[in-house]
Each structure stands twice: as C-alpha cells, then as structure tokens.
C-alpha cells in the first residue's frame, strides 16, 4: 500500500533572537515564516483522505496564529528572556529551546503536533520552516 500524506502551509511574522549566535542572527530580529505541515494517517477517512485540508489549518496553523504570529520567541536559558517579558507580557514567549528553525520544528513534531492532533487517529510526520526564501529546516519522524 503506498504511503499517503497531505500537507498544508501557513504563513506568520514572528520575532526572536537565537541566543549564542556567532553573527547578527543573535541581535533581536524578525522573519516572515512559511510552514509546511505534512500528516499522516494509517487509513484514509471515508471520504478518501489523510485529513481534510481544513483540519490542519484548524488544529497546526491556528495554533501558530494563536502562539507565535506577531510575538517574540525567546529560550528560557537566554539571560534577556526575564526582561523582554517585563517589557512586552503578551508579546514575548518563553520557549524551552533556542529559537532557531531547527529548534522550532523540532517543537511543534514533538510536542505541538501530538497535543493538537490527538484523538484524530492523525500524526505530524514533517516540519519544514522556512525562515526566509532561501533558508529552511526540516524535521521529519
């Protein structure tokens, strides 16, 4: 039987620093990030699907929109996150990683993927980021 998947991609602004960086990536900046969710499942649905396209919008990218679109992603482990929370409350996120791409799709395949498609019969195999046009990071199971 051959593997069937389908994939869905959002887009959403989001600021952060990565913390040790060797170059000006470790300055505060943003990126305008293009994501690519691929799911799959053990059998299609009735209807002949991995999951209807809505779906994933509903539960991956609207958790994007919720969480990380127009805010600021800072590592817990970064001496700046306390202070850029002060500044900004509802706009900083504290992150238990480095917030490289790498990182950031390692999260959401890990964790975000398993706690928003549970009990769908589901699963979050691939992550790209794309962090700019020319730069991106994949993460598959």
Same mark, same amino acid.
């Given at each position: 039987m051959p593997k069937i998947?389908?994939?869905?991609?959002?887009?959403?602004?989001?600021?952060?620093?990565?913390?040790?960086h060797e170059s000006k990536?470790?300055?505060?900046?943003?990126?305008?990030?293009?994501?690519h969710f691929t799911v799959e499942a053990d059998k299609l649905d009735? %209807?002949?699907? %991995?999951?209807?396209?809505?779906?994933?919008?509903?539960y991956l990218c609207e958790w994007l929109e919720l969480q990380w679109d127009h805010k600021f992603l800072v590592w817990q482990q970064d001496?700046?996150?306390?202070?850029?929370?002060?500044?900004?409350?509802?706009g900083? %996120?504290? %992150?238990?990683?480095?917030?490289?791409?790498?990182?950031?799709g390692q999260y959401?395949?890990?964790t975000v993927g398993p706690e928003q498609l549970k009990d769908t019969g589901v699963r979050l195999i691939a992550v790209d980021i794309e962090e700019t046009r020319k730069c991106k990071a994949t993460v598959t199971v």
């Open positions: 998947t389908a994939s869905r991609y959002h887009d959403f602004s989001t600021g952060h620093r990565v913390y040790g990536c470790a300055h505060l900046h943003g990126h305008n990030y293009r994501i009735t %209807v002949g699907r %991995v999951m209807d396209f809505s779906a994933i919008k509903n001496p700046w996150s306390l202070e850029l929370k002060k500044l900004d409350p509802q900083t %996120v504290i %992150v238990p990683f480095n917030p490289t791409a790498e990182n950031m959401l395949i890990e």
